[in-house]
Nanobody, 129 residues
Framework: VQLQASGGGAVQAGGSLRLSCAASGRSFSRDLMGWFRQASGKEREFVAAISRTGGATYYSDSVKGRFTISRDNAKNTVYLQMNSLKPEDTAVYYC???????????????????????WGPGTLVTVSS
């Protein structure tokens, strides 16, 4: 599957952005989908993940309560709604898919980037104070 993230941009602290990740090449309806981010000079980190049905979602502690991940399998698209943005949210955001994950993968599995075999090119989010 090919993934393309969009929706990044520059916002002020407290603002909102909605990232989209469109999949092509095949249906991703059976894939675990995740968002990761990498700030300049730092390692890539987990942000959020959603099970194939959308029934389970997982978040890092740093974004819990502010970000919401969702998916529309009919549109082959996963979203990341980001509210109350902070300067420390500034990063390149990547979407990724794991076609081998079981339905009840759980948060530990879903937050491990090593399980994701397909990655999009990323979209930059810049939050100014």
């Amino acid at each position: 599957v090919q993934l393309q993230a969009s929706g990044g941009g520059a916002v002020q602290a407290g603002g909102s952005l909605r990232l989209s990740c469109a999949a092509s090449g095949r249906s991703f309806s059976r894939d675990l989908m995740g968002w990761f981010r990498q700030a300049s000079g730092k390692e890539r980190e987990f942000v959020a993940a959603i099970s194939r049905t959308g029934g389970a979602t997982y978040y890092s502690d740093s974004v819990k309560g502010r970000f919401t991940i969702s998916r529309d399998n009919a549109k082959n698209t996963v979203y990341l709604q980001m509210n109350s943005l902070k300067p420390e949210d500034t990063a390149v955001y990547y979407c990724a898919s794991d076609r081998n994950a079981i339905l009840s993968a759980g948060p530990v599995y879903s937050s491990n980037e090593k399980h994701y075999e397909s990655w999009g090119p990323g979209t930059l989010v810049t939050v100014s104070s």
